[in-house]
């Protein structure tokens, strides 16, 4: 969300298996690119989040700052809403032939999530996040 116009935009990327952490700053960085600006990342306290925080840290980029949500509180979470609009919404009677069709599936009803920014304040809404 940008904090003068208040747009909001999901940026998102889908992987196979674990990412790395050279693939999250590959991510930070095309973000970075696009947005022209510092920006804020808010996360949960899954470990993993936790240590790829402290490395991007170790690597001195001073292009982020870090949020961190409370621990074990999903639904402060507005990513969570966007997982659960596409499981249980848009692929809820989904049957994937093979992975490649479910990766087509999930790209497309994230990328229509993408285009509905009505939606995507609902999810900051539930969440009780003022943007």
Known sequence: MSPQRQHLGLCFRIHDRHISFEQVVEF????RRQLRRKFILVLDRYSAHRKAVRLL???HLDWFEVEWLPAYAPELNP???VWNH???????DFLAGDAE??????????EGTTQQ???LRSFFRYAALQL
């Open 86 to 92: 596409s499981k249980y919404g848009v692929l809820a």
């Open 79 to 81: 990513v969570e809403m």
């Open 101 to 110: 069709d479910l990766r087509e599936a999930v790209t497309a009803s994230l």
């Open 57 to 59: 840290q170790q690597a």
């Open 28 to 31: 930070l960085s095309l973000l």
């Open 117 to 119: 920014p009505s939606l």
